[in-house]
């Protein structure tokens, strides 16, 4: 194994913990920004009100996208492991 391996190993690990985090990460964004316009539109300051349905949303994204999510991942294990079976 040398640098150039090593490097592209690092590259597809970091690509797929991006992919595979994409979908929960734009929709807690999306949703936080929601809940902040509704906050600043009708000055209501309470803290459970940014937490519950982020923490809701979050559950039915990954409810909902685990299969790709377990695909992504399963994709860079079986890559490594075949690497390491024919010696990089």
């Not at 809701?56 to 994204?61: E, K, Q, T, W």
């Not at 999510?69 to 490594?80: C, L, M, N, P």
Request: cysteine-free; aromatic content about 8%; glycine content about 6%.
């Amino acid at each position: 194994m040398n640098e150039a391996d090593a490097l592209d190993i690092v590259q597809y690990a970091i690509w797929t913990v991006l992919t595979a985090s994409a979908p929960v990460v734009l929709v807690a964004m999306a949703v936080g920004i929601g809940i902040a316009l509704v906050q600043a539109l009708t000055q209501i300051q309470e803290i459970t009100l940014t937490f519950v349905p982020k923490i809701i949303a979050i559950m039915l994204v990954v409810a909902l996208t685990g299969p790709f999510i377990g695909s992504q991942i399963s994709a860079f294990t079986t890559v490594v492991f075949e690497r390491i079976e024919h010696g990089f």
